[in-house]
């Protein structure tokens, strides 16, 4: 049974690989977090989400975590009631792939505040927003409309190891606040920078 | 770390000893130390082409990555992922680095996702200058950060210095590498080559000479959100050039150039590069800028003065100037009061024009400038138009009414409404006229909000009243006329043949769209029109019943003629041979598609720019051999009818007029010949053709 969903799952989803796009409807997802629960995205219908691709071996992330810039952040919307999922595509024996037990351990050590961390070991949500690298953010609001995505930040580009995170513009935080003021969001689409998602080849 | 372990008990020992420190403190950590560093998986080294500069030099400097095999670093593009190195040059003061030179990179997937980098090793170039304050020895540093990435990536840093002495530059070890990689950047890309967006994808189009085969190809762009980068890349060739369909991006960033790197490889090299391209998206309605709009206002009205000058207005000017030549022995307000109504019927009818066209424009219909003549029933009320003025000049007919006056304007005298119609008229006529000089002002104008539309075309109409507005006002210019007398009679009665002409021509204009039954039922309406007007002479000076009689006459043979002119188009038969000529989308397409170079010829009958330009240009033999010797295919576009196909090709070209004239070269890539033709120029242009 398991086999003929991800089957049916696959097809669906390879018809909208990367067919994300912002301003449309965000794709609906079936996925198990790190407590072995189904979340589904739809549930969240009525508030607003962010989808954060992660991968704790990725140095991008590191330093995301490292310099508490991804804790910040998901404190701004912890408190703006804004669901949190942390997606990990990380294919089996690939870097980033943990298992429950490793994912709690690593919200909990970090200090991370995701209201759900969610195993996509098959990467079939990553490819259907078309997830390229880790750490890779989407917003999606309370209609379920895909309204932004790309970088957490725009600390990208070279020499990003050597640049103070605070000083960057975090797209994730300007986006909320104007999704709250109910003004046209500034950057929609920005370029995502990080390591490349380790899906299954 | 010697440093700090040293920095606090030797803090007070001798001088020689703390600027020691100093020297050690100041200008290096332990990470200042080499011009080489060994990192995991990788390695980097600064290198010199040369150990020695002078003031005013300029010297290529290396950052030489190696690599473990399997691992890579990337581009200043990545790709889907990962980062390019940064390289931040610490140079002494007088010295100034150029930004990085990179070489072109190689596409590295990383399933499903695509990067772009270097594998085994590269060289990444800085060139620097020494300017006149650089003081030697100089100490070069460098703060290098890089990724060295298999399927995971580490982030890696260097900091890395050279030491440049003064003097003759000498060659290095590495100068051979470096100059090899220099010459290996991606180059500028001479031969033609253009990009366009069609449905998700681009396609870029490039001409090669045939020394230079190309066995694949792969565009790399320089920036997010042009192209889908984990796509592939589609490549064809054909025999003089290549097209590589690269995906869109999903993402949307509306950027306004194409620019990136193009690889092309062939059996033993690869070649780089660059291209940059601008992307027109969409935005057919280019603005003007304010000075090309006066330029253009300014050329609309010079093009206005010249219509007086050509053949179609030839008509209108001749009857003008005996208007003028009997006005002169009126009363200069008058002649003011014509020249200014003229004007008005030149202008209004130039605004009507515009108006209608903006009207149509925004509906939508495919039209153009000289599309009047498209109409046949238009067509047919000109050549009665004509028919009857000429008859008008040979006899001493006085006519009533407002269009009788349209053909008795040489009785000026009378009504200032004659001379008002008389401007109607003759830019009714001068219409065809226009395309050789107002085509591209015509189209540019259309293209344009319309109050620009608007400017241009009073602009024209202003250009041409001009001069008649100039005579009536300084009627002492009509002094150069000759002195009125008998020739005037003799002149009225000669200008019926330019009438009679074009109505000739018209008649021929209409053949072409209407069957030859229908042209003789038109000639056969020009003669019920001949009979009104003789019947109306014979009877000018009688009245009651006989004035009734001719009256009622008239009426009904003007009705018949009317009622006889066809009121669409009709099937004409066409013969096979000139079908296999004519234009269609398709037989384009397929005939490009076999790299076969096109001659497009887009004409009318009613165009007599195109008629003259086939008359003495395209129909001489020398061209018809020049084209059969270069294998070129002769297409002709006819727009004597309304043809929404060839609207829309025109309109690709910024075209709403005929004549246009095309020339494809095999790889399928057109020029625009300019639209008055001569045998050397096309000659000439044929020859291009390989």
Same mark, same amino acid.
């Given at each position: 049974?398991?086999?003929?969903?991800?089957?049916?799952?696959?097809?669906?989803?390879?018809?909208?690989?990367?067919?994300?796009?912002?301003? =449309?409807?965000? @794709?609906d997802?079936?996925?198990?977090?790190?407590?072995? =629960?189904?979340?589904?995205?739809?549930?969240?219908?009525?508030?607003t989400?962010?989808l954060?691709?992660?991968?704790?071996g990725?140095?991008?992330?590191?330093?995301h975590?490292?310099?508490?810039?991804?804790?910040?952040?998901?404190?701004?919307?912890? =408190?703006?009631?804004?669901?949190?999922?942390?997606?990990?595509?990380?294919?089996?024996?690939?870097?980033?792939?943990?298992?429950? =037990?490793?994912?709690?351990?690593?919200?909990k050590?970090?200090?991370?505040? @995701?209201?759900?961390?969610?195993?996509?070991?098959?990467?079939?949500?990553?490819k259907?927003?078309?997830?390229k690298?880790?750490?890779?953010?989407y917003?999606?609001?309370?209609?379920?409309?895909?309204?932004?995505?790309?970088?957490?930040?725009?600390?990208?580009g070279r020499?990003?190891?050597?640049?103070?995170?605070?000083?960057?513009?975090?797209?994730?935080?300007?986006?909320?606040?104007?999704?709250?003021?109910?003004?046209e969001?500034?950057?929609?689409?920005?370029?995502?920078y990080g390591?490349?998602?380790?899906?299954?080849? | 770390?010697?440093?700090?372990?040293?920095?606090?008990?030797?803090?007070?020992?001798?001088? #020689?000893?703390s /600027?020691?420190?100093?020297?050690?403190?100041?200008?290096?950590?332990?990470?200042? $130390?080499?011009?080489?560093?060994?990192?995991?998986?990788?390695?980097?080294?600064?290198?010199?082409?040369?150990?020695a500069?002078?003031?005013?030099d300029?010297?290529?400097?290396?950052?030489?990555?190696k690599?473990?095999?399997?691992?890579?670093?990337y581009?200043?593009?990545?790709?889907?992922?990962?980062?390019?190195?940064?390289?931040?040059?610490q140079?002494?003061?007088?010295?100034?680095?150029s930004e990085? /030179?990179?070489?072109g +990179?190689?596409?590295?997937?990383?399933? +499903?996702?695509?990067?772009f980098?270097?594998?085994?090793?590269?060289?990444l170039?800085?060139?620097?200058k020494?300017?006149?304050?650089?003081?030697f020895?100089?100490?070069?540093?460098?703060?290098?950060?890089? *990724?060295?990435?298999?399927?995971?990536?580490?982030?890696?840093?260097?900091?890395l210095?050279?030491?440049?002495?003064?003097?003759?530059?000498?060659?290095?070890?590495?100068?051979?590498?470096?100059?090899?990689?220099?010459?290996?950047?991606?180059?500028?890309?001479?031969?033609?080559?253009r990009?366009e967006?069609?449905?998700?994808? *681009?396609?870029?189009?490039?001409?090669?000479?045939?020394?230079?085969?190309?066995?694949?190809a792969?565009?790399?762009?320089?920036?997010y959100?042009?192209s889908?980068y984990?796509?592939?890349?589609?490549?064809?060739?054909?025999k003089?050039?290549?097209?590589?369909q690269?995906?869109?991006?999903?993402?949307?960033?509306?950027?306004?150039?194409?620019?990136?790197?193009?690889?092309?490889n062939n059996?033993?090299s690869?070649?780089?590069f660059n291209?940059n391209?601008?992307l027109?998206?969409?935005?057919k309605?280019?603005?003007?800028?304010i000075?090309?709009?006066?330029?253009?206002?300014?050329?609309?009205?010079?093009?206005?003065?010249?219509?007086?000058?050509?053949?179609?207005?030839?008509?209108?000017?001749?009857?003008?100037?005996?208007?003028?030549?009997?006005?002169s022995?009126?009363? #200069?307000?008058?002649?003011?009061?014509h020249?200014?109504?003229?004007?008005?019927?030149?202008?209004?009818?130039?605004?009507?024009?515009?108006?209608?066209?903006l009207?149509?424009?925004?509906g939508?219909?495919?039209i153009?400038?000289g *599309?009047?003549?498209?109409?046949?029933?238009?067509?047919?009320?000109?050549?009665?138009?004509?028919?009857a003025?000429?008859?008008?000049?040979?006899?001493?007919l006085?006519?009533?009414?407002?269009?009788?006056?349209?053909?008795?304007?040489?009785?000026? *005298?009378?009504d200032?409404?004659?001379s008002?119609?008389?401007?109607?008229?003759?830019?009714?006529?001068?219409?065809?006229?226009?395309?050789?000089?107002?085509?591209?002002?015509?189209?540019i104008?259309?293209?344009?909000?319309?109050?620009?539309?608007?400017?241009?075309?009073?602009?024209?109409?202003?250009?041409?009243?001009?001069p008649?507005l100039?005579?009536s006002?300084?009627?002492?210019?009509?002094?150069?006329?000759?002195k009125?007398?008998?020739?005037?009679?003799?002149?009225?009665?000669?200008?019926?043949?330019?009438?009679?002409?074009?109505?000739?021509?018209?008649?021929?204009?209409?053949?072409?769209?209407?069957?030859?039954?229908?042209v003789?039922?038109?000639?056969l309406?020009?003669?019920f029109?001949?009979?009104?007007?003789?019947?109306?002479?014979?009877?000018?000076?009688?009245?009651?019943?006989?004035?009734?009689?001719?009256?009622?006459?008239?009426?009904?043979?003007?009705?018949?003629?009317?009622?006889?002119?066809?009121?669409?188009?009709?099937?004409?038969?066409?013969d096979?041979?000139?079908?296999l000529?004519?234009? $269609?989308?398709?037989?384009?397409?397929s005939?490009?598609?076999?790299?076969?170079?096109?001659?497009?010829?887009?004409?009318a009958?009613?165009?007599i720019?195109? #008629?003259?330009?086939?008359?003495?240009?395209?129909?001489?033999?020398?061209? #018809?051999?020049a084209?059969?010797?270069?294998?070129?295919?002769?297409?002709?576009?006819?727009?004597?009818r309304?043809?929404?196909?060839?609207a829309?090709?025109?309109?690709?070209?910024?075209?709403t007029?005929?004549?246009?004239y095309?020339?494809?070269s095999s790889?399928?890539?057109?020029?625009?010949?300019?639209?008055?033709?001569?045998?050397?120029m096309?000659?000439?242009?044929?020859?291009?053709?390989?």
């Amino acid at each position: 049974m398991q086999y003929v969903v991800s089957i049916l799952l696959l097809v669906f989803l390879e018809i909208s690989y990367a067919s994300a796009k912002t301003e =449309e409807q965000a @794709p609906d997802f079936n996925l198990l977090n790190s407590y072995g =629960e189904t979340v589904k995205l739809s549930e969240f219908k009525g508030q607003t989400v962010v989808l954060e691709w992660t991968n704790h071996g990725c140095p991008f992330v590191a330093k995301h975590y490292k310099t508490n810039n991804m804790q910040n952040t998901q404190t701004a919307a912890k =408190e703006a009631s804004v669901v949190w999922l942390s997606i990990i595509s990380s294919a089996p024996g690939t870097q980033g792939f943990v298992t429950n =037990e490793e994912a709690n351990e690593l919200t909990k050590s970090r200090n991370a505040l @995701p209201s759900h961390v969610l195993q996509d070991p098959e990467g079939f949500v990553g490819k259907a927003y078309g997830a390229k690298t880790t750490p890779h953010m989407y917003l999606i609001d309370k209609a379920g409309i895909l309204r932004y995505q790309g970088a957490i930040d725009d600390a990208g580009g070279r020499g990003f190891m050597f640049k103070d995170l605070s000083q960057a513009k975090n797209y994730i935080i300007s986006a909320l606040v104007e999704l709250n003021q109910g003004t046209e969001i500034t950057d929609r689409v920005t370029k995502p920078y990080g390591c490349s998602v380790k899906y299954k080849s | 770390m010697i440093n700090i372990i040293f920095k606090k008990p030797y803090k007070s020992l001798s001088v #020689k000893l703390s /600027l020691f420190l100093i020297l050690l403190l100041t200008t290096s950590s332990s990470l200042w $130390s080499d011009s080489f560093f060994q990192a995991s998986d990788s390695s980097v080294e600064v290198t010199s082409e040369s150990e020695a500069m002078m003031k005013g030099d300029e010297l290529l400097l290396g950052l030489n990555f190696k690599l473990t095999p399997g691992w890579h670093t990337y581009w200043k593009n990545p790709g889907d992922a990962g980062e390019g190195a940064s390289v931040t040059w610490q140079l002494p003061k007088g010295f100034q680095a150029s930004e990085i /030179l990179w070489p072109g +990179p190689e596409a590295i997937p990383v399933e +499903p996702l695509m990067t772009f980098g270097y594998e085994d090793e590269i060289t990444l170039l800085t060139k620097i200058k020494a300017l006149d304050a650089a003081v030697f020895p100089a100490i070069v540093k460098a703060k290098v950060s890089w *990724y060295t990435c298999k399927d995971i990536c580490v982030p890696q840093e260097a900091n890395l210095e050279l030491t440049i002495q003064n003097g003759e530059k000498v060659n290095t070890f590495f100068a051979n590498e470096l100059s090899n990689v220099f010459l290996n950047l991606p180059k500028e890309l001479s031969s033609k080559h253009r990009v366009e967006a069609l449905d998700d994808n *681009y396609f870029l189009q490039m001409e090669l000479d045939g020394n230079t085969p190309v066995s694949s190809a792969y565009f790399f762009p320089e920036e997010y959100g042009l192209s889908s980068y984990s796509k592939e890349q589609i490549l064809e060739i054909n025999k003089n050039s290549l097209s590589l369909q690269i995906s869109q991006s999903e993402v949307d960033l509306k950027l306004q150039n194409f620019a990136g790197v193009l690889l092309l490889n062939n059996q033993d090299s690869r070649t780089f590069f660059n291209v940059n391209l601008n992307l027109n998206n969409n935005q057919k309605q280019e603005s003007l800028s304010i000075s090309e709009l006066v330029l253009t206002i300014i050329f609309a009205f010079i093009g206005g003065l010249i219509l007086n000058a050509m053949p179609c207005v030839f008509p209108i000017l001749s009857i003008k100037i005996l208007n003028f030549v009997e006005q002169s022995e009126g009363s #200069k307000e008058k002649m003011i009061q014509h020249g200014l109504s003229f004007s008005a019927g030149v202008l209004v009818t130039f605004l009507s024009i515009a108006g209608l066209l903006l009207l149509l424009k925004s509906g939508g219909e495919s039209i153009g400038w000289g *599309y009047q003549l498209q109409s046949p029933l238009m067509v047919t009320i000109l050549i009665y138009l004509f028919v009857a003025i000429g008859i008008t000049f040979m006899s001493n007919l006085v006519l009533g009414g407002q269009l009788a006056q349209l053909g008795n304007i040489n009785q000026g *005298y009378g009504d200032i409404t004659s001379s008002f119609l008389t401007g109607v008229l003759a830019v009714i006529v001068a219409s065809p006229c226009t395309a050789p000089f107002m085509g591209s002002a015509v189209g540019i104008a259309l293209l344009q909000p319309g109050f620009i539309t608007i400017a241009i075309f009073v602009s024209l109409g202003l250009g041409f009243a001009a001069p008649y507005l100039l005579l009536s006002f300084y009627p002492s210019l009509l002094k150069v006329l000759p002195k009125p007398g008998a020739w005037m009679e003799t002149l009225k009665q000669f200008m019926a043949f330019p009438m009679w002409g074009s109505a000739l021509w018209l008649t021929w204009v209409l053949s072409g769209q209407v069957q030859t039954d229908s042209v003789l039922m038109v000639l056969l309406g020009a003669l019920f029109i001949a009979l009104g007007l003789w019947i109306l002479e014979k009877n000018q000076s009688s009245d009651g019943f006989a004035k009734w009689m001719s009256l009622s006459s008239v009426t009904i043979l003007l009705g018949a003629a009317l009622w006889l002119a066809p009121t669409d188009y009709e099937n004409i038969e066409q013969d096979t041979s000139s079908d296999l000529n004519s234009y $269609s989308p398709e037989l384009l397409d397929s005939l490009l598609a076999e790299n076969k170079p096109v001659f497009l010829n887009f004409t009318a009958d009613w165009c007599i720019t195109c #008629k003259v330009n086939e008359a003495i240009v395209l129909n001489q033999v020398s061209i #018809k051999n020049a084209l059969e010797s270069k294998g070129i295919v002769y297409l002709k576009a006819d727009w004597t009818r309304k043809d929404e196909t060839i609207a829309n090709k025109l309109a690709e070209y910024g075209r709403t007029g005929v004549p246009l004239y095309l020339l494809y070269s095999s790889e399928g890539i057109p020029v625009i010949l300019p639209e008055l033709l001569t045998e050397d120029m096309l000659l000439s242009y044929i020859e291009t053709i390989k």
